[in-house]
């Protein structure tokens, strides 16, 4: 291991009997509050920057968006970097590196430039998400963890609430500029990351992770909700937010006011919805999500097809967010039919197939968006549907040996 002692290792049963502020807990909670600082400030400001200073359309923007996925399509080379840098090193690097590459990104206004730091922003982005949910769910026990996620969850969202609070109340009061904000935002995720290095020892999960690539036919399922998330969601980051500022001439602060009010709502929903998991589990409410988004996103193609008003336009993006907030029943349906050894190369396997749609979608829908962009969300809701069939084959009470209801039913005949 050429970083294994950069810090004290500790056990995770003896990091239990640390104060809360130093369990791992609460280090996944500082990781949670710093990434959106730096992730969300970029979005927020990205489809105003890149329209006002860089003249994009949505062919550009579609290729942004897909050069930004590759990162995602290698996640699985977490895997092997695993090899030389334990997960949480690595959450917490990659975390510098999204600050340090998002925090550029107003420096360079040209297309060439933008990719550039997008790309290398991503790979921040990727790497940590991959290591983190792989953490996640070895750290936290399978019984809190519903309600754990939640709240840690609900936090990300807080990190972006202030955030974006702040940006609404001061960007046209002292008429700040793309590039001060990205700087701050992105020091302040630099900041909280090297806080971690250097406050936090590194902590030892009892169950050593295989530092190789897995795909196991018992998790099909969670490969397959897995892909079909990549690709509805990548639809609503890239289309939704640039309609809103293309058809409905919507300026910064506009639409930081909309991502204000959707992490409101997902602070306060994402403790519920970690609660709601635990009581009916995760079958019931994948399916509530995957009708939910299929009725918004029938309903987004109808903005354009009927031609409704921008109240409708936000009405959606609120709801559509707030029903991606359920998704994390995905994590807590996969925690509980893992092998818990194999946990890290799974998640960093599914987090690649999960970005599978997300590389080729958005530049192929650039194209599509200036000829029908009705088109792109109905296709999304299609999608949606795919996902509500593949929510029906999750067992109530899923376990190991009981991945899927097709196991159920197979163990019942024998």
């Not at 995770?12 to 992730?39: C, G, N, T, Y």
């Not at 988004?293 to 354009?304: D, P, V």
């Not at 097809?305 to 996969?334: E, Q, R």
Request: net charge positive; charged share 10%.
């Amino acid at each position: 291991m050429i970083f294994g002692n950069y810090k004290n290792r500790v056990d995770l049963v003896d990091a239990k009997e640390f104060s809360f502020v130093r369990q791992p807990v609460f280090l996944l909670i500082l990781m949670a509050f710093a990434m959106p600082m730096a992730f969300s400030v970029w979005t927020a400001l990205l489809n105003n920057f890149v329209v006002e200073m860089a003249g994009f359309t949505g062919v550009e923007i579609g290729w942004l968006h897909s050069i930004r996925e590759i990162p995602g399509l290698l996640a699985v080379g977490v895997i092997f970097v695993l090899i030389f840098v334990r997960e949480q090193l690595l959450a917490l690097l990659s975390l510098i590196l999204l600050g340090i590459a998002s925090g550029l990104t107003a420096f360079f206004p040209q297309f060439g430039g933008i990719i550039i730091l997008t790309f290398l922003a991503s790979i921040g982005f990727h790497y940590f998400e991959a290591a983190n949910q792989s953490l996640q769910l070895q750290w936290i026990d399978k019984k809190v963890a519903p309600q754990t996620l939640g709240w840690i969850s609900a936090v990300g969202s807080f990190s972006s609430l202030i955030a974006y609070g702040v940006l609404v109340i001061t960007w046209k009061a002292f008429n700040l500029s793309f590039g001060f904000v990205y700087v701050t935002s992105g020091a302040i995720t630099v900041f909280i990351a090297v806080l971690c290095l250097l406050l936090y020892p590194s902590f030892e999960s009892p169950r050593a992770q295989i530092n190789k690539m897995i795909i196991r036919r018992k998790y099909w399922l969670y490969y397959a909700l897995q892909v079909m998330s990549g690709a509805r969601r990548q639809i609503f980051l890239v289309f939704a937010a640039f309609m809103m500022v293309e058809k409905f001439g919507f300026q910064v602060h506009e639409v930081t006011i909309l991502f204000l009010l959707n992490f409101v709502v997902s602070m306060l929903f994402a403790p519920i919805v970690g609660k709601a998991i635990s009581l009916f589990g995760e079958r019931w409410i994948l399916i509530v999500e995957y009708v939910g988004l299929t009725l918004i996103f029938l309903a987004y193609a109808g903005i354009y097809y009927f031609d409704w008003s921008v109240t409708v336009g936000i009405i959606l993006f609120i709801a559509n967010h707030l029903f991606f907030s359920m998704s994390f029943a995905i994590k807590t349906y996969f925690q509980k039919i893992a092998d818990p050894y194999d946990i890290g190369s799974s998640v960093a396997v599914a987090f690649t197939i999960n970005h599978i749609p997300a590389v080729f979608l958005p530049a192929i829908l650039g194209y599509m968006w200036i000829v029908e962009p009705s088109g792109i969300f109905f296709m999304a809701a299609m999608m949606a549907i795919s996902s509500l069939i593949l929510a029906f084959f999750v067992p109530r009470y899923p376990e190991p040996g009981v991945e899927t209801i097709l196991k159920i039913r197979k163990n019942n005949r024998k």
